[in-house]
């Protein structure tokens, strides 16, 4: 059977006369993509096909879902060879998402020398400087001169994923400074490396910080690498600025879905039973929430029964306070992902989100008041409204712009679940408000 | 009155005892959080205080609101000396968001070569690569040999903001090609520079290319700096990877805030009435659904005169069905800020939200069937709760679906009042189905 017979069968357009040899000429993110859209039986006849690095290359470049069911129907052997072939953080992240069986299976497969440095990239959180970093870091002594240490980078340089800066270190691997290939260049001859750091503000971070307060360090000092040491300041590897556009991507995502009780790390390729499983559990919490709501309408179905107007009303004040109230947590918790809060600060952006919610829930209130008045004609019925859902916009302000404070106070994500916890709060308060005062002002 | 006088007037913390020194030492991103700190007559004061080069790049890290407040408050003289030390990517967004006559009577202060420069970038769209490149990039002759680009470089870097690539261009300006610092080091000598560059295949972009689809483009390749070319491929800037960061971000949080109807440029620094003026008219649009899901209750008040209860299931099922919704719509808002689709793909994604929402549909309808007919052991009551809310998750799951490909279709932005308008749907549809099929089953 033919290459161009095999690719007839498969399913998308992208693969349509595909072969192997164009697959090697693109560049390993659009291989990656072409991969993607075969079936898995044609991704292994391809991986087989590509040279062992451009196979590794398009491989850390594929969706960690995709990456892994390939990996598994590789044999062994092919599979160890491409993890050797891969860049350390990339071999590492695949690693990570693999049965232990399989993992163990690869790595003793892997020469010891690469194995040992997986097998101690694997020792840290994924979700910490040690765990997105890598490992081939440009290494001066800082006692050369700029000729010799451009004459040791055009020796060692091929290899290494960050040819833009070097890293100075003394005797004992302490980070003592960097430099960039710039600075060797323009730096006069004959001194040492070391003096062209004497003055320098070194930003560097501990291996167990977590990797969005890099992505934060790397965006706020428009850094293209950030260098990661140990407890003794001895340089562990470098998190570069590509990692960091990935991890302010995942962070996003992660905000948005945890929001409203999707996993963090689902995309439209995560499969049917995974996305099953992490929105689940949310939307039973969500239920036992509504049943919160629902219990307080339950307490007021005696004044519903007599005026069912009300039951008209309630998802306006419901759904008007909520969306006010989203609007203040969408604004806080991108705020909250992009820069460091004191508490001071915080209390000032619950201050401002308050004045809009004001600012907003009078204008709306009065609206709707007006409407109401001139569509049924009852003044008490169109003030208890206009007073319910005055009140619940600005506690939908005040819970909005809170709840992610409150649960980063409380060590969680400032963005899980924290629309469901906002929902439930304007809509059980405002029935209470729309019916209570109802029962209060009408009905007595 | 002394500095120190002036300053323990001053209400944050982080200025207590700062002087003009000490800024000047800091990083400029923390310079400008320092300044931003403090009123605008002190902010006005440490300026002038500061070297012309300091103040310039601490302004620039300002955020956009603070900065345009301090400038227009600094004499012309100085801000248009300010306006000239800042790299010309971020002079152009300063002057954008100024008033046209300060802006012009700022340019006409600037000395005639930066002034042209300057107007030349501002004719670009300010979301397009042309408005967010700069022009500063290293550009050598392709016929040279990369010692002598080296010295060239030499001479020429001190200044630029790009250092680590150079760009190639033949007698025409056109863009030959790209080399790094490191392609220049590890090259061989004597040979001509567009000998390296004869097999590259050279990632450009358009002035007009929006300027997400360059961040969607640096991200996948890993790129460092993406060229900007007019229509002869003559080169015209680049755009640099912490541009990219920026812009990663604000789209970011574009999604998320325009998604329940907050400005796309909104922060907790934003004065209160320009949120107010971007968050009102979408909750007047809310307003508005929200009394198409009123009406719909409306036309069976009836219904719910003589069955209460009713009221008390209305906010489980909109609830409920608007979560699953919001689940759906923020993994496929994610989708489209980080790849783009074709049609295929789409239609696959949204048949993927169908059916997780149909295993969760399934699972909570028969959960809340069971508490329903448990608690008021009515079993047609039951039911007609169970089905009216496996559709309306239904209907909730593709909604949340289809509604950001819907507006992408229809040339707008996929995110925008998406929140809105998928309340309104399984708001309104919920209430339908639910007491729509209890005045079926129930009442008749």
């Known amino acids: 059977m033919s290459t161009n017979e095999e690719l007839r069968e498969t399913p998308l357009e992208n693969s349509d006369g595909l072969t192997a040899a164009e697959l090697e000429a693109q560049h390993p993110a659009d291989a990656a993509e072409a991969i993607e859209g075969l079936d898995i039986p044609d991704q292994v006849k391809f991986i087989k096909q590509l040279p062992i690095k451009d196979a590794a290359e398009s491989i850390a470049e594929m969706e960690p879902h995709d990456q892994q069911a390939l990996v598994k129907r590789l044999n062994q052997g092919l599979a160890a060879r491409i993890v050797e072939q891969m860049s350390p953080d990339d071999a590492t992240d695949l690693l990570e998402g693999l049965d232990p069986d399989l993992r163990h299976a690869l790595l003793i497969r892997v020469p010891a020398e690469e194995r040992a440095e997986l097998k101690t990239l694997l020792t840290f959180d994924p979700d910490t400087a040690g765990g997105v970093m890598n490992t081939e870091a440009v290494i001066l002594d800082q006692d050369l001169t700029p000729d010799q240490a451009i004459a040791v980078i055009r020796q060692d340089i091929e290899d290494k994923e960050v040819p833009y800066y070097a890293y100075l270190t003394d005797q004992k ?197 007006c409407a109401v008045y001139f569509s049924s004609h009852q003044l008490m019925l169109a003030s208890v409204m206009g007073v319910a859902l005055w009140m619940d916009m600005m506690l939908g302000a005040f819970a909005g712009a809170s709840i992610p404070l409150l649960l980063k106070e409380l060590g969680r994500d400032p963005a899980q679940a924290s629309s469901i916890f906002l929902t439930t709060i304007t809509d059980s308060m405002g029935f209470l408000f729309l019916l209570g005062l109802a029962g209060l002002v009408l009905l007595n």
Chains 1, 2 share one sequence.
């Open 173 to 369: 691997d302490r980070l003592m400074g960097v430099v960039s290939l710039r600075d060797l260049l323009l730096a006069k001859r004959g001194i040492a490396l070391k003096e062209l750091v004497r003055e320098q503000n070194l930003i560097s971070v501990g291996y167990n910080v977590d990797k969005e307060e890099v992505a934060h360090l790397i965006a706020r000092y428009n850094l293209l690498a950030l260098p990661v040491v140990d407890f003794g300041n001895r340089l562990l590897g470098v998190v570069t600025v590509d990692d960091v556009i990935d991890i302010i991507h995942e962070e996003a995502s992660e905000d948005m879905q945890t929001m409203v009780g999707a996993g963090a790390d689902e995309s439209t390729d995560s499969p049917v039973p995974f996305s099953v499983r992490k929105r689940l559990p949310w939307l039973c919490l969500n239920v036992l929430f509504s049943a919160v709501s629902a219990w307080v309408v339950h307490l007021f179905e005696g004044n519903i029964q007599s005026m069912a107007v009300l039951a008209v009303l309630m998802p306006i004040v419901a759904n008007q306070a909520g969306n006010t109230g989203q609007q203040a947590l969408a604004v806080m918790i991108r705020q909250l992902a992009m820069e460091r809060f004191d508490r001071k600060r915080a209390w000032l952006a619950v201050l401002r989100e308050l004045r809009v919610g004001l600012a907003n829930a009078v204008i709306i209130s009065v609206l709707v008041f």
